[in-house]
T-cell receptor
């Protein structure tokens, strides 16, 4: 069964700690994205990667880091530099093709700072 | 600037009526658009997409219309059902090659009255 999987579903972080959110896909998609969603808000782009070993900053990259060592994996690290990390984090992957494009999200990780 | 927005934050419709959700995008270089549906606590679910060389695309009970002249996108849902209640996001994609930067609007909440 192909899909995109985020883990964990819930994550608690103490102030000053780094935490890493996992995103794995077995869809053979080239492009992967990380978004942050705050309550009642839209999705804001943190980082994206179009190909292995390459990634670009989105609109709110400060305090976050990513890696793309494998096509299937695009982990996001929320560092202690991120002052307000409590949010819902969503990972997506896309493969554009004709006639149908595949564009899927994971089920999200809810991060809470305690 | 880079933004994708929607005209109405909340849309309330009667069950069985047709729904129209609108979206304005700002980047004339965007070449690909997606509509997503998000239910509470879940990741966005792909509904339908459209490329910039098209002005209409139909799916099952949904139709997306693209007007590049005024940079406007709409999602039409036929015979709206209670299960359609959710937040709907439009997203625009621009960049080189087959993938690029995927930017989301703020979302429209669709409420279906029985």
């Amino acid at each position: 069964d192909g899909g995109i999987t985020q883990s964990p579903k819930y994550l608690f972080r103490k102030e000053g700690q780094n935490v890493t959110l996992s995103c794995e896909q077995n869809l053979n998609h080239d492009a992967m994205y990380w978004y942050r969603q705050d309550p009642g808000q839209g999705l804001r782009l943190i980082y994206y990667s179009q190909i292995v070993n390459d990634f670009q900053k989105g609109d709110i990259a400060e305090g976050y880091s990513v890696s793309r060592e494998k096509k299937e994996s695009f982990p996001l690290t929320v560092t202690s530099a991120q002052k307000n990390p409590t949010a819902f984090y969503l990972c997506a992957s896309i493969k554009r093709s004709t006639p149908n494009t595949e564009a899927f999200f994971g089920q999200g990780t809810r991060l809470t700072v305690v | 600037g880079e933004s994708v927005g929607l005209h109405l934050p909340t849309l309330s419709v009667q069950e069985g009526d047709n729904s129209i959700i609108n979206c304005a995008y700002s980047n004339s270089a965007s070449d690909y658009f997606i509509w997503y549906k998000q239910e509470s606590g879940k990741g966005p679910q792909f509904i339908i997409d459209i490329r910039s060389n098209m002005d209409k695309r139909q799916g099952q009970r949904v139709t997306v219309l693209l007007n590049k002249t005024v940079k406007h996108l709409s999602l039409q849902i036929a015979a709206t059902q209670p299960g359609d209640s959710a937040v709907y996001f439009c997203a625009e994609n621009y960049g080189s090659g087959n993938t690029g930067k995927l930017i989301f609007g703020q979302g429209t909440t669709l409420q279906v009255k029985p």
